[in-house]
């Protein structure tokens, strides 16, 4: 019996095909591939630096319960940001939805429509960014900026400033769905997280909007050769950023019983830092919903991580903002030096 000995020639053709196989998959999801290792690195950092947090069970319940408020608006806003535009409203907007839901829902004693009614506002307040910024021209930068004021304005001058209870709707199936703890310990909006990123995922990598998305953001010149609808592209981004905004202020307005007139002004650093950490490019055309969702376990656990291991809690401000000058500083590099090649 005689054993077959490969030709050298044919090892070194597999060999070859088969790295030239990593290198394509490293070029194809280096993003990804990049920011589970800054989640991993992190992660170790952080057990290493303080165990007795970070291998306690209750740190990892009180991330399920903070994290999706911010998550459910970073995941959508990563396809405006793709798409080369910009939205800095989406805190008022969470204020907005809950400010018709709280007004709606007392006075018909239907929770249902009260809803639907805040998603519709939610959709019809982003949708309005997206007429503003194409319509008339003005950078989104801009136009986000002025109804970001405009909305929390608004906010301000209906109630007065006075917040709203929602108490009674504690044990109704709402609340249940929507913050919810399943097992006891799993909070609902963790799971509707998960929900918003295989919904968003799928949008942009399996349906044609995604594929429209990236070439706006990549060259909008080339899309509209292309037959791509441009302008439907950028306003649609916009108002599901608005929707899922006002679902995420229901949330976090829920899980504290309280409708706050402040509600959204602290995840503005957060949200955006979760994008471009995630390796969205500030230009457009590059980014993807994985590395959105882990960015944001990365910013929610930044501030936890830096208290257990010892250092105050301003370190946090400071770190934000050097994940966002550094982000965009990498992107910049990246594209100067893909354009000389």
């Not at 257990?308 to 994940?323: E, H, M, N, P, R």
């Amino acid at each position: 019996m005689t054993s077959r000995v490969e030709d050298p020639a044919v090892a070194i053709s597999r060999r070859r095909l088969w790295h030239g196989d990593l290198a394509r998959f490293a070029r194809r999801y280096g993003l990804q591939i990049g920011i589970v290792g800054v989640f991993l690195a992190m992660w170790a950092f952080f057990i290493i630096g303080a165990p007795r947090t970070f291998l306690a069970p209750e740190i990892y319940g009180a991330f399920m319960s903070t994290i999706p408020f911010f998550a459910i608006m970073a995941l959508p806003l990563t396809m405006v940001i793709i798409a080369g535009e910009i939205d800095l409203s989406f805190g008022s907007i969470m204020a907005i939805g809950v400010l018709v839901f709280v007004n709606v829902w007392p006075r018909t004693g239907n929770w249902a429509l009260a809803f639907v009614l805040l998603l519709v506002t939610g959709f019809l307040v982003g949708l309005l960014n997206g007429i503003i910024v194409v319509k008339f021209g003005i950078p989104s930068l801009v136009a986000t900026i002025g109804t970001q004021f405009f909305w929390r304005g608004v906010v301000l001058v209906v109630t007065g400033g006075r917040p709203a209870s929602l108490v009674p709707l504690k044990g109704t199936i709402l609340h249940q769905a929507l913050v919810g703890r399943l097992a006891g310990y799993v909070p609902a909006q963790m799971i509707w997280a998960i929900i918003v990123a295989v919904v968003v995922w799928v949008l942009l990598n399996r349906h044609r909007f995604g594929a429209h998305v990236y070439l706006v953001g990549d060259n909008r010149d080339s899309a509209m050769l292309m037959g791509v609808n441009v302008d439907r592209t950028r306003m649609i981004a916009f108002a599901i950023v608005g929707l899922a905004a006002a679902f995420a202020g229901l949330l976090a307005s829920l899980e504290v019983n309280y409708f706050w007139v402040n509600l959204g002004e602290g995840y503005l650093l957060r949200t955006l830092a979760s994008v471009f950490l995630g390796g969205t490019s500030v230009f457009g055309g590059v980014g993807t919903i994985l590395g959105t969702f882990i960015g944001c376990f990365i910013i929610g656990a930044i501030e936890a991580g830096t208290v257990a291991i010892g250092l105050s809690g301003f370190w946090t401000q400071l770190i934000y903002g050097l994940i966002i000058v550094v982000s965009v500083s990498m992107h910049s590099v990246l594209r100067r030096r893909l354009a000389r090649s």
